[in-house]
């Protein structure tokens, strides 16, 4: 059983006795595999939103609320590779973390059968980096600092480096993001130069979120100064007639 079949099977056996516990020694054997590796899934589990608890004691181990765990949400095969397609390229985005953690929990709370065929299918799909961009640097750690940088709305520090590689720390208050090919843009206002900038994600070399939390300042198409291409904003809204 591979390590996305464990992780489905887990949740489904402590649902299944739910509220009572199991513990790691018994469903390392229940899976043929060691406590640590038991321990590692479910800490995965918990860090993705399902509720697994420990409960302590000679009879403990561990139990998870059947009342609020989410029944399979019933993705068919097409839906889970649209799913995963959609959040794998976003490896390279300031959601890299966020994209994984929501991807585990699509897994999670999959039809078995499904998960499975889904699986051997996405194998099929593969992400081709064209290296179009001469440019272009790998995405640096750096990048991960700016996931929940919008929601937060914290003044960044950023240290960014311009196409001639002049680095210079800016204070921003983040406004949104872009991607254009294969890069993923900042868009803030930079205090420095007291307008709105576009920051290159494989530019930015460190990010610091400071504790300020600014009013957040409205962001018009206008304001980005693109002059050509589409530009396509992501709504979750219905549409509507």
Same mark, same amino acid.
């Given at each position: 059983?591979?390590?996305?079949?464990?992780?489905?099977?887990?949740?489904?056996?402590?649902?299944?006795?739910?509220?009572?516990?199991?513990?790691?020694?018994?469903?390392? @054997?229940?899976?043929?595999?060691?406590?640590?590796?038991?321990?590692?899934?479910?800490?995965?589990?918990?860090?993705?939103?399902?509720?697994?608890?420990?409960?302590? #004691?000679?009879?403990?181990?561990?139990?998870?609320?059947?009342?609020?765990?989410?029944?399979?949400?019933?993705?068919?095969?097409?839906?889970?590779?649209?799913?995963?397609?959609?959040?794998?390229?976003?490896?390279?985005?300031?959601?890299?973390?966020?994209?994984?953690?929501?991807?585990?929990?699509?897994?999670?709370?999959?039809?078995?059968?499904?998960?499975?065929e889904a699986a051997?299918?996405? #194998?099929?799909?593969?992400?081709?980096?064209?290296?179009?961009?001469?440019?272009?640097?790998?995405?640096?750690?750096?990048?991960? #600092?700016?996931?929940?940088?919008?929601?937060?709305?914290?003044?960044?520090?950023?240290?960014?480096?311009?196409?001639?590689?002049? @680095?210079?720390? /800016?204070?921003?208050?983040?406004?949104?993001?872009? /991607?254009?090919?294969?890069?993923?843009?900042?868009?803030?206002?930079?205090?420095?130069?007291?307008?709105?900038?576009?920051?290159r994600g494989d530019?930015?070399?460190?990010?610091?979120?400071?504790? @300020?939390?600014?009013?957040?300042?409205?962001?018009?198409?206008?304001?980005?100064?693109?002059?050509? #291409?589409?530009?396509?904003?992501?709504?979750?809204?219905?549409?509507?007639?």
């Open positions: 059983m591979n390590r996305t079949d464990r992780l489905y099977a887990l949740v489904e056996e402590l649902r299944a006795i739910a509220p009572r516990p199991r513990s790691a020694r018994w469903l390392a @054997e229940r899976f043929e595999v060691s406590s640590r590796t038991i321990e590692r899934d479910l800490s995965a589990l918990q860090q993705s939103g399902v509720p697994i608890w420990a409960e302590p #004691g000679r009879t403990g181990g561990y139990a998870i609320d059947r009342a609020h765990t989410l029944a399979p949400l019933g993705f068919t095969v097409d839906e889970a590779l649209a799913v995963t397609a959609g959040l794998g390229m976003l490896e390279s985005s300031p959601f890299a973390g966020s994209a994984a953690s929501a991807l585990r929990k699509v897994v999670a709370v999959m039809d078995e059968r499904n998960l499975r051997e299918l996405a #194998g099929r799909i593969h992400l081709l980096d064209d290296g179009s961009a001469a440019d272009a640097a790998p995405v640096p750690d750096a990048l991960a #600092g700016l996931d929940g940088a919008l929601r937060s709305g914290r003044v960044l520090r950023i240290a960014y480096r311009d196409r001639a590689g002049e @680095e210079t720390v /800016r204070e921003v208050e983040p406004l949104g993001y872009v /991607r254009k090919g294969r890069d993923w843009y900042l868009i803030a206002w930079c205090r420095l130069r007291e307008g709105v900038r576009a920051f530019r930015i070399a460190a990010v610091e979120a400071t504790a @300020e939390r600014p009013p957040r300042r409205p962001l018009e198409v206008e304001d980005l100064g693109i002059v050509y #291409g589409d530009l396509r904003t992501l709504s979750l809204a219905e549409d509507s007639d």
